[in-house]
């Protein structure tokens, strides 16, 4: 029975069968409307009556999808309740979507006392295991909820050791969850080789080779999910290896149909979230803040797009909404990353103090989200480069590089090393962050502006101009902080000079 349940899971697509096992409440079983009762109680003539049962007899030989309202004789379609909070959710959860915070709730609370009752549910297990992770993705509570996620994972996989790719799955998620690319990298796999047919392992495995800096192994893994199953979950996540391999087009109109035909709110909020950070990183700014706040209207809970509208409205100029928006995305989700950018915010501002309290937000949070098991490395040697302790931060981005070598950590390594004194070999980082051959074919405004500052400081004034002006074509809004710093480099750098003419 079991092995029926599951694959059934793999064939169904997010949002479009309840979960099972789970009773609905009450509350879905919905009475005759308040219209069709007083239809039922307001007299007709006899014509209208016959006019009427021939309607009515017609509707139920359809199935009784279609009932006449009485008041006008307009047809008003009789719809099926959808599936209840848990059930969506629980959906969500083990297809890799974005589920609402409150259906998260639900479905925890359901499987919580589910896994009371009957404590050799494997299954049940990974779901609420995925579950805290969801939520602690949500939340940024990982120092509770990520325990949580892990006991439950492994309890699922000791109860049924074998033939347990949900649980796999959960605990490869959850390990990128922490940006532990090599756990997740190792439990992902593990789900492949027991079934390699399961569509819902592969975004586990594009998100681990994405953070080790294997692009080629990222590319080959969404196409065979790209092979195994469509969808809007499917083209976010294209959309992504797109962004990555320089294809902006690409991955906004993939965005576009995954917003489209998401399954719920959240969902459909979160693909709003993502285009409008491929907007922001375009320079588009109006785009961006459209397509934030979309999201923010579709699901208050998106706290990622409260924290672009923050990006979004403070390069309109907007300064006080922006800080506004920053403070909501905080309150919801006390991400180091959203306090960074606020403290870099106020820093711009000339309100130290306020960027200070930030800065000390920063490292509270990175140690708290330790206790969970999150790598706090990447987020706070960028912080250490610019605002603390550069050599602190090449220590700590080192071996950062030497556990998982992506991308960021490339280039946060390398600006961490020029903010130490070494330009020769900050530029070698620079250069894997930025070079389309290694991988770094992301079109980044903050890559490229630290390529060229180290390339500047290296007395290196044709790549510098090169680099410093290609940051402000992509983005020149890409930072409060640091933006007018390239503005000004490249204006001293001046324009490209023209070519000597050739002699006759």
């Known amino acids: 029975m079991e092995n029926a349940e599951r694959a059934a899971d793999e064939r169904t697509a997010p949002g479009t069968a309840p979960e099972e096992a789970t009773p609905a409440p009450a509350a879905s079983m919905n009475p005759e409307s308040p219209a069709e009762a007083a239809g039922s109680a307001r007299k007709v003539s006899p014509s209208r009556r016959w006019a009427l049962v021939g309607s009515l007899v017609g509707c139920l030989a359809l199935g009784g999808g279609v009932v006449l309202g009485l008041s006008g004789g307009e047809p008003a379609v009789r ?3 959808g599936p209840a909070p848990g059930a969506q959710a629980g959906t969500a959860v083990r297809t890799g979507v974005p589920a ?9 609370g359901q499987r919580e006392s589910r896994v009371r009752a009957h404590p050799r549910d494997a299954r049940s297990w990974a779901v609420l295991g995925t579950a805290y992770v969801e939520q602690g993705r949500r939340t940024a509570d990982a120092a509770a909820l990520y325990p949580k996620a892990e006991r439950a994972l492994r309890t699922s996989l000791k109860v049924r050791p074998k033939a347990n790719p949900e649980a796999l799955d959960g605990l490869a998620a959850l390990a990128n969850a922490r940006r532990d690319f090599r756990a997740a990298l190792a439990w992902g796999e593990a789900a492949r080789r027991l079934a390699p047919a399961r569509w819902t392992t592969y975004p586990q495995l594009i998100d681990a080779y994405t953070g080790l800096g294997d692009h080629r192994q990222a590319r080959r893994a969404l196409d065979r999910l790209t092979a195994l199953h469509s969808g809007p979950a499917v083209r976010a996540r294209a959309a992504g290896v797109y962004w990555d391999q320089g294809r902006r087009e690409d991955a906004q109109a993939a965005l576009a149909d995954a917003a489209a035909g998401a399954s719920s709110p959240a969902e459909q909020a979160a693909w709003l979230e993502r285009a409008g950070q491929l907007a922001w990183e375009r320079g588009e700014r109006a785009n961006a803040l459209r397509h934030f706040r979309e999201a923010v209207r579709i699901d208050p809970d998106q706290r990622a797009a409260q924290a672009g509208q923050g990006r979004a409205l ?3 100029g907007r300064t006080s909404q922006a800080l506004n928006a920053y403070r909501k995305a905080l309150a919801g989700q006390p991400s180091p990353q959203y306090a960074l950018e606020l403290g870099e ?6 309100s130290t103090r306020a960027a200070r309290a930030q800065y000390d937000r920063l490292r509270a949070r990175v ?3 330790a206790a969970g098991g999150v790598d706090g490395a990447l987020v706070l040697g960028r912080f250490e480069a610019d605002h603390g302790d550069p050599a602190a931060a090449v220590t700590r981005l080192r071996a ?9 950590v490339a280039d ?3 600006w961490a090393l020029h903010r130490a004194g070494d330009d020769k070999e900050a530029l070698r980082f620079a250069v894997i962050a930025t070079d389309r051959v290694h991988g770094g074919a992301v079109y980044s405004a903050p890559y490229m502006y630290h390529r060229g500052m180290i390339e500047q400081a290296l007395d290196m004034t044709g790549p ?3 680099h410093l002006q290609e940051a402000l074509r992509i983005n020149p809004y890409f930072s409060p902080l640091f933006g007018p710093v390239a503005r000004a480099a490249a204006a001293r750098l001046g324009d490209e000079p023209a070519p000597a003419e050739l002699p006759e």
């Not at 609402?100 to 925890?108: C, F, N, T, Y």
């Not at 915010?345 to 000339?350: I, K, P, V």
């Not at 950062?400 to 960021?408: H, L, S, T």
Request: glycine share 8%; hydrophobic share 50%.
């Open 79 to 81: 719809r099926a309740p």
């Open 100 to 108: 609402a915070l409150p259906d998260l709730a639900v479905l925890i």
């Open 314 to 316: 403070a390069a309109l």
């Open 345 to 350: 915010l106020y820093e711009s501002l000339g």
């Open 367 to 369: 140690r708290k989200e």
């Open 400 to 408: 950062e590089w030497r556990r998982q070598p992506g991308i960021a």
């Open 412 to 414: 946060a390594l390398g």
């Open 464 to 466: 510098a101009r090169r």
